[in-house]
């Protein structure tokens, strides 16, 4: 949890964190310096990253592997700015991979960037 303070998070933000998020304050540097490097790999730049981890704490408690499917998916959506857009809804990453699958499934008729829209607009 110390490594929250090197991202200059300060002390309301980080316990609001943890107040959302029991499970942070159990995590250790690795773990998490290892949730933040998935952002920070799709190309978050330091200020969305503080955006998208205070507005989501509950991100720190998905799955690795749920994390990377839902960003994978989002990445093969053509010209979307995945860090702006989790920036704006960074509930994304807290769905659940299945309905996020079956959705764009279901909807695979759309445009990529009509697809995602509706996605928002159905579901958050």
């Known amino acids: 949890m110390d490594y929250l303070y090197n991202l200059n998070l300060n002390e309301s933000e980080i316990l609001k964190m943890i107040d959302a998020n029991n499970h942070i304050k159990d995590m250790s540097d690795l773990e998490m310096i290892t949730y933040i490097?998935?952002?920070v790999d799709i190309g978050c730049s330091q200020a969305q990253?503080?955006?998208?981890?205070?507005?989501?704490?509950?991100?720190f408690s998905r799955s690795e592997d749920d994390i990377r499917?839902?960003?994978e998916r989002l990445l093969s959506l053509e010209k979307i700015d995945i860090p702006s857009i989790l920036v704006n809804k960074p509930d994304i990453l807290s769905v659940?991979?299945?309905?996020?699958?079956?959705?764009?499934?279901?909807?695979?008729?759309?445009?990529?960037?009509e697809l995602l829209e509706k996605f928002i607009k159905d579901c958050f």
């Open 37 to 39: 490097y998935i952002l």
């Open 49 to 59: 990253l503080l955006d998208i981890i205070t507005a989501n704490p509950n991100y």
């Open 69 to 71: 499917k839902i960003l």
């Open 96 to 113: 659940d991979v299945g309905l996020l699958e079956g959705y764009f499934k279901d909807n695979s008729n759309l445009k990529d960037h």
